[in-house]
């Protein structure tokens, strides 16, 4: 079993990525910045291939990662993460524990503001309960994704039109088309705390593209799992915008109606 790491990065330094991240395999590298090149070395006997593109959006990113990918195993990262010395042995463990697996969901050490998830115990990740999770907890069988035809959101994400979301609508799609995604409790890294590329607060386009997101995410249960959402964060999210505001402009997104939150 071959694992590599696809890392998306922006405007970085290349060169010393892989010893800043600590990684543990051969790995890809996407770094969008002012130029389209390409060069190849060699970290700790592991194959570093580095992609530049003169290009933007993190869907876009992680694409360009997974089709050239080749390892059986590929680990999604992202240029601030760093790993735990035995990662990826770790990630290569839980698959030979669980074949059936065809993608395993990992816990990562994140600022306190930053966290939406924790994983406790094992079990299956289903799509109700999948709107939580960064693209760099999943480890997924390569080839799986490949035979069902999965890519990132274009639409979603740093980037993109709307703001974030490219995540758990990948983890949807594995999921209504059949593959088995499981959870792990074991930790494999961390993230260094940095400025986030889209949220600028609670505001209308925050609201408005949440429900955009719900649209495709929830599809028919995307109104529920709105006021669900809403109630669960309403001390936190509803300040500027009180709770009945926030779920009009949450409908208006799921409705995709045009105005509210555009530019």
Partial sequence: MKLEILVSAVNEDVDTLAERMNL????IIVNQCGENTYREYSYQDHRIRCYSFAERGVGLSRNNCLMRAQ???CLFA?????????AVRAIEAEFEKNPDADMIL??????????????????????YNCGRYPTYSFAARTEKLREANIAFSLLFGGGARYSNGEDS???AECIRKGLKVYKAPVTIGKENGRPSTWFHGY???FFYDRGVLYHFLYRKAAF???????????????????????FALMRRGIRMEKGAGQE
């Fill in 24 to 27: 543990q395999a051969d790995a």
């Fill in 71 to 73: 390892g059986d195993i």
């Fill in 78 to 86: 992202d240029e601030d993460i760093i790993y735990r010395p035995g």
């Fill in 106 to 127: 990992f816990n990562m050490d994140v600022p306190e503001d930053r966290a939406t998830y924790h994983i406790d115990g094992y079990g299956r990740v289903r799509w």
């Fill in 169 to 171: 609508l990948f983890l």
């Fill in 203 to 205: 505001n209308e386009k």
């Fill in 224 to 246: 529920l799992m709105a006021l669900r959402f809403l109630y669960k964060q309403k001390d936190v999210m509803c300040k500027e915008f009180s709770f009945r505001e926030a």
